[in-house]
């Protein structure tokens, strides 16, 4: 599918205008910090810069923000080029890192130096908080801020050269200590870091903070619309004062759209790094959180993923949107294109106390009810079978219209059966359903529930894992304490039986188990002992608690 964001959005209709007015090239970029694995807020952002690239015929930047060495790991870089390429995306050319720029960086800091818009600061972090004032009060000049430019050149130079211990001193910007935005307050450069970086290794024991260096490489790499989230509103001034006052030709634009949040999930790499920490989840890729690569293991497509981002489209209002919205995208999705196969999860056995136990009846049906192209396949009926423990009950209520005993039901594809009787074990847990089939009335059907089963002979087990939200609280985000709203209930695994058809067909990871709900295999936890289904969405939402 091309890519298309809604032109209805405020960033397209700036586009539009802009490419009308100044009969500029597009270029957008994507910069990822490689500190964690990307998630369905990063998608958006994807979505959106890649998007409008494509759009406009323009130009999409990948470039890893790697301007903090702590962060800082391959692993990361590799999974998230992964995961941009496996959302059918593509960046332009070579990819980049802000690391590339340090040089350029460390020229304009020291350009700011020599203009007296920047020095070295000697008080100490928690001094420079203190200093800062707060929204009500305004901050207080540091006692290094009027030092002469010759002492600020040297001493940058001996930070750089490491003769300066980490803490001691930091380059700020000599902006205003009385702006009522707190970012402007003589923001910080540049910071000493004794770390091997990934990319410069032990090149540089000095810095550029995020601010000062995204502004620079968004203006190095030309690009012309600097897409961010709202939080990067107050920082567009200062993003805007570093470009006045460089040397520098270019001067992309800054714009913000609202981050994505989604009901019961977290969307920050660090504090998915926390589940991980406090075992709540062992990996970056559990269906449970909404990672690029959870949600791929979970059984999302790229597709689903593309079309959840278009329908929430881009604006400035910050909302939670409704975990159902992105669970409807791959449900359409999955109604076209999922086979349709029949699976056990909690089984009983029935036996068929009138068929013969040599008995073998194949049965042709539908891969697809609607879709004739997606073929058919056989399953066999048998004296014994599997069906869902959930239909049967001993002391059914009057509208249940399941199994029960006395009563009927049609089983899928096949005949109508009438319980008779049970056996149950020694703990009162039924083991056997006994019933009688009715062959010889196949017409006479259509008054009865429908229920699933599985031939005995073609059952293969295997593993079912469902999945309920991770949180119990619609909101984590916004509490400070989210591991406290962890919920205990969020995996849930059952053993049941699949239709052999299934592990022969070794080119379809996604069905629909019939009444049930679509699920994908998880390659990483099958084994030769179990095919392992992860359950992508159920039929009917409902969470078990
Ligand atoms: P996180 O808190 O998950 O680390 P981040 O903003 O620090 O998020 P970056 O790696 O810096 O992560 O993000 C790369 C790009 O993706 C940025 O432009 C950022 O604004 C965007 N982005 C990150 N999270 C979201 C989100 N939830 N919704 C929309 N865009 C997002
Ligand atoms: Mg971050």
């Known amino acids: 599918m091309k890519f298309n964001q809604s032109n209805n959005?405020?960033?397209?209709?700036?586009?539009?205008?802009?490419?009308?007015?100044?009969?500029?090239?597009?270029?957008?970029?994507?910069?990822?910090?490689?500190?964690?694995?990307?998630?369905?807020?990063?998608a958006k952002s994807i979505c959106l810069n890649f998007g409008i690239a494509k759009q406009y015929n323009g130009k999409c930047n990948l470039r890893f923000d790697d301007t903090n060495p702590n962060n800082n790991h391959t692993k990361y870089i590799q999974a998230i080029k992964k995961d941009i390429i496996w959302l059918g995306f593509n960046w332009y050319k070579k990819i980049r890192y802000t690391s590339m720029y340090f040089k350029e960086i460390y020229q304009y800091a020291i350009e700011l130096i020599k203009k007296n818009l920047a020095y070295v600061e000697k008080l100490k972090k928690y001094e420079i908080r203190k200093y800062r004032g707060t929204l009500k009060t305004t901050g207080i000049n540091s006692p290094y801020r009027n030092q002469s430019i010759e002492e600020n050149l040297l001493l940058f130079e001996?930070?750089?050269?490491?003769?300066?211990?980490?803490?001691?001193?930091?380059?700020?910007?000599?902006?205003?200590?009385?702006?009522?935005?707190?970012?402007?307050?003589?923001?910080?450069?540049?910071?000493?870091?004794?770390?091997?970086?990934?990319?410069?290794?032990?090149?540089?024991?000095?810095?550029?903070?995020?601010?000062?260096?995204?502004?620079?490489?968004?203006?190095?790499?030309?690009?012309?619309?600097?897409?961010?989230?709202?939080?990067?509103?107050?920082?567009?001034?200062?993003?805007?004062?570093?470009?006045?006052?460089?040397?520098?030709?270019?001067?992309?634009?800054?714009?913000?759209?609202?981050?994505?949040?989604?009901?019961?999930?977290?969307?920050?790499?660090?504090?998915?790094?926390?589940?991980?920490?406090?075992?709540?989840?062992?990996?970056?890729?559990?269906?449970?959180?909404l990672t690029i690569s959870g949600l791929r293991r979970k059984g999302y497509t790229a597709e689903s993923i593309k079309n959840f981002c278009k329908n929430i489209g881009i604006t400035k209002q910050n909302n939670l949107i409704e975990l159902s919205t992105l669970e409807s995208c791959i449900k359409k999705e999955l109604n076209h294109t999922a086979h349709r196969t029949m699976a056990i999860l909690d089984p009983i056995k029935i036996i068929l106390s009138n068929i013969d136990s040599q008995y073998v009846e194949t049965i042709k049906v539908l891969n697809h009810p609607k879709n004739h192209l997606l073929g058919s396949r056989r399953i066999i009926f048998t004296k014994e079978i599997y069906i869902e423990r959930s239909d049967f009950q001993e002391n059914p209520s009057k509208k249940y219209?399941?199994?029960?005993?006395?009563?009927?039901?049609?089983?899928?594809?096949?005949?109508?059966?009438?319980?008779?009787?049970?056996?149950?074990?020694?703990?009162?847990?039924i083991t056997t359903i006994f019933c009688k089939c009715h062959k010889n009335n196949p017409n006479n059907d259509n008054k009865y529930g429908i229920i699933h089963w599985?031939?005995?002979?073609?059952?293969?087990?295997?593993?079912?894992?469902?999945?309920?939200?991770?949180?119990?609280?619609?909101?984590?985000?916004?509490?400070?304490?989210?591991?406290?709203?962890?919920?205990?209930?969020?995996?849930?695994?059952k053993i049941g039986f699949i239709d052999l058809t299934i592990p022969k067909n070794t080119q379809i990871h996604t069905y629909q188990f019939e009444r049930i709900g679509y699920f994908h295999l998880d390659s990483k936890l099958s084994n030769k002992k179990y095919l392992v289904f992860n359950q992508i969405v159920p039929l009917k939402t409902i969470w078990k608690k």
């Not at 402007?184 to 550029?208: A, E, G, S």
């Not at 949040?261 to 890729?285: C, G, V």
């Open 9 to 42: 959005n405020f960033i397209n209709k700036i586009i539009i205008q802009d490419i009308k007015k100044k009969n500029i090239s597009i270029r957008t970029r994507f910069p990822p910090d490689p500190n964690g694995y990307l998630h369905i807020g990063h």
């Open 158 to 289: 001996n930070m750089k050269l490491g003769n300066i211990r980490e803490g001691d001193a930091c380059l700020r910007a000599k902006i205003s200590m009385k702006s009522p935005l707190i970012i402007m307050r003589d923001p910080v450069l540049y910071r000493i870091k004794f770390i091997k970086h990934h990319y410069t290794q032990n090149t540089w024991c000095i810095y550029p903070t995020y601010d000062f260096a995204h502004c620079i490489s968004d203006a190095l790499e030309k690009i012309t619309h600097s897409l961010c989230t709202l939080e990067f509103q107050d920082n567009r001034k200062l993003y805007n004062w570093i470009l006045k006052n460089i040397s520098i030709d270019n001067h992309p634009q800054q714009y913000e759209y609202s981050r994505l949040n989604i009901e019961y999930s977290i969307l920050s790499k660090r504090k998915i790094q926390s589940l991980i920490n406090n075992k709540i989840i062992d990996t970056w890729d559990d269906p449970r959180i």
């Open 401 to 429: 219209n399941r199994l029960s005993l006395g009563k009927t039901v049609k089983l899928k594809y096949s005949y109508t059966i009438t319980a008779q009787s049970i056996q149950k074990d020694i703990n009162n847990h």
């Open 454 to 493: 599985i031939s005995k002979k073609n059952a293969i087990k295997s593993k079912f894992i469902l999945y309920n939200p991770i949180f119990i609280i619609k909101n984590p985000e916004i509490e400070k304490d989210f591991l406290k709203y962890i919920n205990q209930n969020s995996k849930i695994t």
